[in-house]
């Protein structure tokens, strides 16, 4: 390339109007002032064919030049830039458009375009993102988070938890031993009270001449045991006293 040429890009492509005519906006971004004259006979092509020769009278300002042209495909195509030898400027592809949108170029160091708003002989405005997402405030409180509890605090937990334990054990323990004394009064009142109302019967076919008294399935206390073995006892006693006084005396 000729280094007098001012170093030259595609800034913004203009395939898709609703009305008018394309255009494709080139940028000087060197240090020497551009002027149409000195770009005459430089090219514009598509994927197939040169659709514009620069004729040295393009609109320019600020280093930015306006082409008007036909020629570009709107479901996608290439923008190539060549010097009068035929050498590659510049170029850009979109495989795309949409009505009254243009093609724009982010940074002069790289080929990368996005979609936005045409600026004829002005800076790109650079479209923010429409994917980006935002941050809404929200008047829902925030999820308390609690800590996943380690054994240490699970151990600790259960320690703390275990006087409370034994006492609620103590009280239990307590209570059914009252429970046991109750139920043993009330089986000896009971077994007692049986005593009491207890009638034998002995009929005339018995072998035995006469009725004994026999307590089945009678609980009886110790003490009133041993007092009606002794008051037996001294009866019996008295009786055989009784009958050898008897018997001395015949």
């Known amino acids: 390339m000729n280094p ?22 080139i940028l000087n971004f060197g240090d020497k002032q551009l002027f149409p004259e000195e770009y005459k006979n430089f090219t514009i092509s598509d994927n197939k064919r040169i659709i ?49 949108l243009s093609w724009l170029r ?47 605090d699970t151990q600790n937990q259960e320690t703390e938890k275990k006087p409370e334990l034994d006492q609620a054990n103590k009280i239990t323990i307590k209570q059914k031993e009252m429970l046991n004394k109750q139920d043993i009064l009330e089986k000896y009142f009971s077994n007692y009270q049986n005593f009491k109302n207890l009638k034998i019967d ?9 009725p004994r008294l026999v307590f089945l399935g009678q609980r009886i206390l110790k003490t009133a045991i041993v007092n009606a073995i002794i008051g037996s006892s001294l009866l019996i006693i008295a009786a055989v006293l009784l009958s050898y006084e008897q018997n001395h005396q015949h």
């Not at 890009?9 to 255009?23: A, D, H, L, Q, T």
């Not at 076919?205 to 006469?210: A, I, L, R, S, Y």
């Open 4 to 25: 007098l040429v001012p170093t030259l890009i595609i800034n913004e492509v203009f395939p898709n109007p609703s009305s008018g005519s394309e255009w494709v906006e």
């Open 52 to 100: 514009y020769q620069f004729s040295g009278n393009e609109d320019c300002l600020d280093n930015l030049l306006i082409v008007e042209l036909s020629g570009l495909n709107n479901d996608g195509d290439s923008v190539i830039l060549k010097n009068v030898e035929g050498e590659l400027i510049d170029e850009m592809t979109y495989t795309s458009s949409q009505k009254d």
């Open 106 to 152: 982010t940074d002069i160091e790289n080929s990368f375009f996005v979609l936005g708003e045409p600026s004829p002989l002005a800076l790109n405005v650079i479209p923010t993102p429409i994917n980006e997402p935002t941050v809404t405030p929200s008047n829902t409180p925030s999820p308390t988070i609690r800590p996943i509890p380690t054994i240490n």
């Open 202 to 210: 002995c009929q005339n076919t018995q072998d035995f001449p006469k």
